[in-house]
């Protein structure tokens, strides 16, 4: 039988989600416990790749279990996972259903503060920027929906099939004093570091070094530039993940950024 699982992490200790030679991954923990606890080894699959010290506020991985439990499977996992690693649902499908490439769209969000916290320097980006324009920078984020191909936002763009993606939001968000930025950005698929470039060049565009034509000239050239400029990792979460017969609210509330008053500028 194939089981969804639906999860959120802490990505702060981990190399990402993917299973890689000598390094911390989220997916190799979790196949860890579960093979311990089933006693045979198992392999999962996730709906996406996350970076290193990326966050994941709703993810799904399925896994196919073929032996019975008469046991709370959910209560184990969570007890033997640690902390930064949570299960919130355990559901059976019928079929063959997969975790990444049923997915129809994934939305992220990519957090931003201002100001020196130390609460916040695993949840959030810390950018010391003062007086960011962000009429300018909402003005490059609304041109994300009105182009598909986001060739010159890739880290290695040759490496994929393609480089389309469909976005169907982009939003900016800021608190009522300014310490705070969100950019949410909603899409079929993302290449890699693409959120994280997007979000550098916005930066550029806040403090002054890029307009919004020349943003908006990598759209339509398609050109590589040749400082990318990639944000960092911490306040990136992939944070919500859908399927045409799967769409879970989330689960979570991390350090009280979703429950910030945000005002769409």
């Given at each position: 039988?194939?089981?969804?699982?639906?999860?959120?992490?802490?990505?702060?200790?981990?190399?990402?989600?993917?299973?890689?030679?000598?390094?911390?991954?989220?997916?190799?923990?979790?196949?860890?416990?579960?093979?311990?606890?089933?006693?045979?080894?198992?392999?999962?699959?996730?709906?996406?790749?996350?970076?290193?010290?990326?966050?994941?506020?709703?993810?799904?991985?399925?896994?196919?279990?073929?032996?019975?439990?008469?046991?709370?499977?959910?209560?184990?996992?969570?007890?033997?996972?640690?902390?930064?690693?949570?299960?919130?649902?355990?559901i059976?499908?019928?079929?063959?259903?997969?975790a990444?490439?049923?997915?129809?769209?994934?939305?992220?969000?990519?957090?931003?503060?201002?100001?020196?916290?130390?609460?916040?320097?695993?949840?959030?980006?810390?950018?010391?920027?003062?007086?960011?324009?962000?009429?300018?920078?909402?003005?490059?984020?609304?041109?994300?929906?009105?182009?598909?191909?986001?060739?010159?936002?890739?880290?290695?763009?040759?490496?994929?099939?393609?480089?389309?993606?469909?976005?169907?939001?982009?939003?900016?968000?800021?608190?009522?004093?300014?310490?705070?930025?969100?950019?949410?950005?909603?899409?079929?698929?993302?290449?890699?570091?693409?959120?994280?470039?997007?979000?550098?060049?916005?930066?550029?565009?806040?403090?002054?070094?890029?307009?919004?034509?020349?943003?908006?000239?990598?759209?339509?050239?398609?050109?590589?530039?040749?400082?990318?400029?990639?944000?960092?990792?911490?306040?990136?979460?992939?944070?919500?993940?859908t399927?045409?017969?799967?769409?879970?609210?989330?689960?979570?509330?991390?350090?009280?950024?979703?429950?910030?008053?945000?005002?769409?500028?």
């Open positions: 039988m194939r089981y969804f699982f639906h999860i959120a992490y802490n990505g702060h200790t981990y190399s990402g989600w993917q299973r890689q030679p000598k390094v911390n991954s989220v997916q190799e923990v979790i196949e860890t416990k579960l093979s311990q606890i089933f006693k045979t080894p198992l392999t999962i699959n996730g709906c996406g790749r996350t970076d290193s010290g990326v966050h994941a506020s709703q993810f799904f991985f399925h896994a196919d279990l073929a032996q019975e439990w008469d046991f709370d499977l959910k209560f184990r996992l969570n007890k033997v996972l640690p902390h930064n690693i949570a299960i919130f649902d355990i059976p499908l019928e079929g063959k259903p997969h990444r490439f049923d997915a129809v769209q994934r939305k992220y969000d990519y957090y931003i503060h201002t100001y020196k916290n130390p609460f916040l320097n695993q949840l959030s980006s810390y950018y010391e920027y003062e007086n960011l324009n962000l009429n300018e920078m909402k003005r490059a984020v609304q041109l994300l929906p009105k182009y598909k191909d986001y060739r010159a936002f890739c880290t290695a763009p040759d490496k994929n099939e393609h480089t389309i993606c469909n976005v169907h939001d982009a939003k900016l968000f800021t608190t009522a004093n300014g310490d705070h930025l969100r950019f949410h950005i909603a899409s079929n698929r993302f290449l890699g570091k693409m959120i994280r470039i997007i979000t550098g060049k916005l930066l550029k565009i806040g403090t002054g070094n890029m307009s919004v034509d020349e943003f908006e000239n990598l759209l339509i050239t398609l050109e590589t530039p040749g400082m990318l400029e990639i944000a960092h990792p911490t306040g990136l979460y992939l944070s919500k993940v399927y045409p017969y799967l769409n879970l609210p989330l689960r979570t509330e991390f350090s009280g950024l979703q429950q910030l008053e945000w005002i769409e500028v």
